[in-house]
């Protein structure tokens, strides 16, 4: 990236949609500082926050402009009124409300409901004004690029606070020690969620030693090349924790396969890095573990391969119309006759690629490969029956 694309880059950080990727991890480490150098965290007592609307159509532009605070750049005020039309007022200044932000501020003023999407922004405001007003102890808001970005709860036990330039030169750094030869493949920041997958390339032998020999031994190899690998996943505004996702890279890397549930450091009562250290420490043997959960799956003869993915796929949640084009795909190139388990669980990751190709947000990819990992603790034999599939 040079520096006229890193200038844009920066100038469109305030903009709630904003996204962007990384191929170079020093690059991607620099954006995670300045985002840092822009952003801020407080606390305020939960019934001090107040909100109030803004609406294209009822305020002239020059009073949005002068309601909305955006450091005199006419498209955070443009941005917001598109986005959530929601301005919140704590210890005497008043910001933009990002829509990420929505989920945090309805759980501190502990109100849900589909109806709320439905009603007018002014209607909406007044409704957090009266639920905040009854509201007790303290509220932490984040604010980041001139915008709020979540409000979690203040009191002792609450949210803790891990920042993510910390997190990500942690693991950056525990990798270089333990897993030495791991390359960084690419990272993703939107301003829910930050996601990075790296490949371990250096330790694949003894991570994948075992399952290598079983595959080899089953002719189940064929032509794909097999790494490990690690996504860590981690938000500031409650839409995960600091997650660690042992993973299979396939091919080039493109196509993931996860081995399981991940190792979760929830931003909970007083986490820290040190915590964070010990979950971290725990890579190894999650790999170990879930080396051994694919070997079952190996093990596992399917008779029926047609009902049997479609029903393993219904059983775990995953979307139904992703679930059939995986099934279709895999029938077409190996056909209904016997198959093992693993068989099916890897054709079930074209349920992760076929959303990546469609341009899913990196948080709902983080959530289907969560979907598909369901699948390692399935009963097969359950869904391994005759006949034909109704969904």
């Known amino acids: 990236m040079d520096k006229g694309e890193r200038h844009i880059m920066e100038e469109k950080t305030f903009e709630d ?15 995670l500082r300045e985002r840092k150098e822009n952003s801020s965290w407080f606390r ?26 955006g450091d005199g750049k006419a498209e955070v005020p443009a941005d917001t009124v598109n986005g959530t039309g929601i301005l919140m007022r704590v210890n ?22 589909s109806a709320l999407g439905r009603v ?22 984040r604010i980041a690029d001139r915008k709020v970005s979540a409000v979690h709860g203040g009191d002792p ?39 990075a997958v790296w490949s371990l390339d250096g330790q694949a032998d003894g991570l994948l030693g075992t399952y290598r020999r079983e595959i ?18 981690t938000s500031d505004t409650g839409a995960s924790g600091a997650n660690l996702f042992p993973v299979l890279l396939l091919g080039n890397g493109s196509r993931i ?7 979760r450091t929830h931003h909970r009562h007083g986490a820290d890095m040190d915590y964070f250290d010990e979950q971290l420490s725990l890579l190894y043997a999650r790999f170990t573990e879930a080396v051994g959960k694919q070997i079952e799956l190996m093990r596992t003869e399917i008779r029926y391969p047609a ?67 369901r699948a390692l603790h399935a009963d097969w034999q359950e869904y391994d029956v005759p006949g034909s599939f109704s969904w």
């Open 17 to 31: 949609s904003f996204s962007c990727s990384f191929r170079d991890l020093n690059s991607f480490l620099e954006f």
């Open 44 to 69: 305020a007592p939960s019934r001090s926050l107040r909100f109030r609307s803004v609406q294209r159509d009822s305020d002239p532009a020059s009073m949005i402009m002068k309601a909305v605070p």
């Open 92 to 113: 005497g200044c008043e910001y933009p409300v990002r829509s990420c932000a929505m989920k945090t501020i309805l759980e501190r003023a502990r109100i849900s409901g």
């Open 120 to 141: 007018s922004a002014d209607v909406f405001a007044r409704i957090l004004n009266d639920c905040l007003n009854v509201a007790s102890g303290d509220s932490l808001v």
């Open 157 to 195: 036990g609450d949210y803790a606070v891990l920042e993510m330039l910390p997190l990500f030169r942690r693991v950056r750094d525990y990798l270089d020690a333990r897993f030495p030869g791991s390359t960084f493949l690419a990272a993703n920041y939107d301003h829910s969620l930050v996601t």
């Open 216 to 233: 080899a031994a089953r002719g189940l190899a064929g032509n794909r090349r097999i790494r490990p690998g690690l996504r860590f996943t």
């Open 257 to 263: 396969v996860p081995l399981g549930y991940p190792i």
């Open 307 to 373: 009902t049997a993915i479609l029903g393993v796929l219904k059983r775990i949640g995953a979307p139904k119309r992703q679930s059939c084009e995986a099934a279709d795909l895999f029938l077409a190139q190996h056909g209904a006759g016997p198959c093992t388990a693993y068989d099916l669980y890897l054709a079930m990751s074209e349920v992760v690629f076929i959303a990546q190709c469609e341009g899913a947000s990196a948080g709902r990819i983080a959530q289907l490969e969560e979907t598909v990992a």
